[in-house]
């Protein structure tokens, strides 16, 4: 049997036998007010006979009667004087039968006073016993509710809470030494458990910080050559080293556009690598919304020609905004090209802006395109993750634009979100928590 079970059952054998032996007083204390209280209506009906007896003929019914109740008279003394009553009558002697029918109920009176004080005393002591009974009935009760509290409830409450810290990334707590029962079983099992879980989360880390040195130093190492590939092959496709024919320069030209997306994915692995290391540094100042926004539609009218859609801006920007322009640039430029590469052809991408007095600024990319599902939308801000589907084939990318984006905003203490339905399109949204008119000049300190 396990320690903690066994305590419990200890603890209500304990409860059990104390109410019992209380319960057993109690009990015992009430019969003996009953047995003093039938002995009081028997002497009040032996002296109601009594009282006119001596006038009374003989009877066999009166005769019955007394003996009926000298059956149920105690002490026996008491008993020895009523039958002298009874004989008395039944010889017809009335001098002698009142004589002892006086001398019957002057000590009856003695016997009545007895049996009253012997049912006050046992009625006090029947009221102390169940006062006695009910406390200790709450006292056991209330010490059982907090030994189940201290050793069961708690316990489980302090696993629940460390489990609960474990599903929030949280694991820097030391683990107490358990106790010997069921609870310090549940505990050892959950602190073996944990144990192996930040061993995993060290190697984890450890893996996780080795990859990331791997992915700096490759990008910085790859960098600079396929820098020097793209400038070589821009030099070959103007001309510089002399005409060439109409294929090659075809071939050329492929190439040159896969270096740039090479070059994007370094940079993107390398902005990464920074956020990640918390080393990715921001220049933060009042820059133009409107003109931020401009550049960015500016730069993607090329792409969207390519996908047939026309970028339109809902409504006018005349705000400040306390942020990294370019990084925040960066950002708008992912939302609104991801946009376009997922609206249909002919479709628009719309650019809108809510501002709220004492609220953060919102910036809004709404697409009109297939929209996504729950499960697209739980994995759209993941590192090197894609959405596509049959109808919308993956678009050529880093898959990181979007952790990127995410990162940037939350670096900016905004926050990045997206609603969306499928069929109804999408529209990704970014807050910026300073912000103000363009010509107020009387908010500009960060």
């Not at 304990?14 to 019992?20: N, T, Y």
């Amino acid at each position: 049997m396990k320690p903690l079970q066994l305590k419990l059952i200890l603890i209500m054998m304990l409860f059990a036998f104390a109410s019992s032996l209380l319960a057993y007083t109690g009990f015992s204390m009430f019969s003996g007010i009953k047995f003093y209280e039938k002995n009081i209506h028997l002497a009040l009906e032996a002296r109601s006979l009594l009282e006119n007896l001596s006038d009374q003929k003989i009877s066999d019914i009166l005769i019955k009667n007394l003996q009926e109740i000298r059956a149920e008279i105690t002490p026996e003394k008491r008993q020895s004087s009523f039958s002298d009553i009874i004989q008395a009558y039944t010889s017809g002697n009335r001098s002698l039968l009142k004589r002892r029918i006086q001398i019957f109920l002057e000590n009856d009176r003695v016997y009545v006073n007895n049996f009253l004080k012997e049912i006050e005393y046992l009625e006090k002591r029947l009221y102390f016993y169940s006062v006695a009974l009910f406390a200790s009935i709450f006292l056991i009760l209330l010490g059982m509710a907090f030994y189940i509290n201290s050793q069961i409830f708690i316990p489980i409450k302090n696993t629940t809470l460390r489990m609960n810290d474990f599903l929030n990334g949280k694991y820097s707590y030391s683990f107490d030494t358990p106790e010997d029962d069921e609870m310090g079983e549940l505990q050892s099992t959950f602190n073996l458990m944990a144990q192996e879980v930040l061993r995993n989360m060290e190697e984890l880390k450890s893996l996780d910080a080795a990859k990331s040195d791997f992915l700096n130093i490759a990008s910085h190492e790859l960098r600079t050559p396929m820098t020097s590939i793209k400038g070589s092959l821009g030099l070959i496709s103007e001309g510089v080293m002399g005409k060439i024919p109409d294929d090659i320069l075809n071939l050329i030209c492929i190439a040159e556009t896969e270096t740039d997306r090479l070059i994007r994915l370094i940079n993107d692995i390398l902005d990464m690598a920074k956020i990640d290391a918390k080393k990715l540094p921001l220049k933060q100042e009042w820059s133009s919304l409107d003109d931020i926004i401009d550049k960015t539609a500016s730069s993607l009218q090329g792409l969207a020609q390519s996908f047939n859609v026309q970028i339109k801006k809902g409504n006018s920007f005349s705000f400040l905004v306390f942020c990294d322009a370019d990084r925040i640039q960066q950002v708008i430029t992912n939302l609104v090209s991801n946009a376009i590469k997922f609206s249909p052809s002919g479709g628009t991408v719309d650019i809108l802006v809510e501002a709220k007095e004492n609220e953060a600024i919102k910036i809004m990319v709404r697409d009109h395109g297939k929209g996504m599902t729950p499960q697209e939308k739980s994995i759209l801000f993941q590192k090197f993750r894609q959405i596509s589907s049959p109808d919308n084939p993956l678009v050529k990318g880093t898959g990181l634009g979007l952790a990127i984006a995410k990162a940037l905003i939350e670096e900016h203490d905004g926050k990045i979100d997206v609603t969306t339905k499928p069929g109804e399109g999408s529209t990704f949204f970014f807050t910026l928590p300073k912000w103000q008119p363009e010509y107020d000049n009387t908010r500009m300190a960060a």
